[in-house]
């Protein structure tokens, strides 16, 4: 229920009326850019996976639209790599698992700020499409309790070899930024967003392992926009 809940928020949000920020005097303009970062990565499992932080890369395509004065509507599509990666407690044993994803936010987007540098707030769904999977790691992980060292005790070991069962995945981002702006046309964003999966990688039904193995994904990027109109 709280999932759906937190949906319609960003729906509602994305679909509301801009009545209240508007003003008769602003001209309406359209933004085209691209972006690149860091993506810092984990999945949350149920049972719990010790993990730390997986550190990969964000890139995509933007266009924004605004015809009122602080408000509009932004649109991605980004190709992401996120998924996990697993703590063994101090030993040398390394194994992590990276999800590569095609990205679709739609947010509305919230700037204000003096004219030649603005801070901007946006928020959305987002829908992604898993592409590609990769695993990385320096101990047999289809056996791991044969390894030698391996730290086994109250340890979930099945989500190492398992296989991908949804490659869909749905969630919420949330970004904030800064935007200087350079003349008319040319902008420069920083923003760091977080971004909530809803969906699982794994099944999730009572007589599958986890309930959940839902994705979530810091990122940092600098773009550039280009104002077209």
Known sequence: ???????????????????????????????????????????????????????????????????????????????????????????????????????????????????????????????????SSSIDSNFDYKNPLKVEGFPSSRRMTEQMSMEIKNRFDYGICASFGLEPLIGRRNSITLEARYYFGLGNIFGAAKKDVFSASRGMAITVTLGYYFRLK
């Open 1 to 131: 229920m709280k999932y759906f809940v937190a949906i319609l928020i960003s729906v509602l949000a994305f679909f509301a009326p801009h009545k209240a920020f508007s003003q008769s005097h602003y001209i309406s303009h359209v933004h085209v850019g691209l972006h690149g970062g860091m993506a810092m990565s984990r999945t949350t499992f149920s049972p719990s996976v010790k993990q730390k932080m997986l550190n990969d890369y964000t890139f995509g395509i933007a266009a924004r639209y605004a015809e009122e004065r602080h408000v509009g509507l932004m649109g991605e599509i980004n190709l992401t790599r996120r998924g996990w990666c697993e703590n063994f407690e101090g030993t040398p044993l390394k194994y992590s698992r990276a999800l590569t994803y095609l990205e679709l936010p739609i947010m509305t987007h919230i700037f204000f700020g003096p004219r030649n540098f603005q801070f901007f707030f946006n928020l959305g769904p987002q829908i992604c499409y898993m592409i």
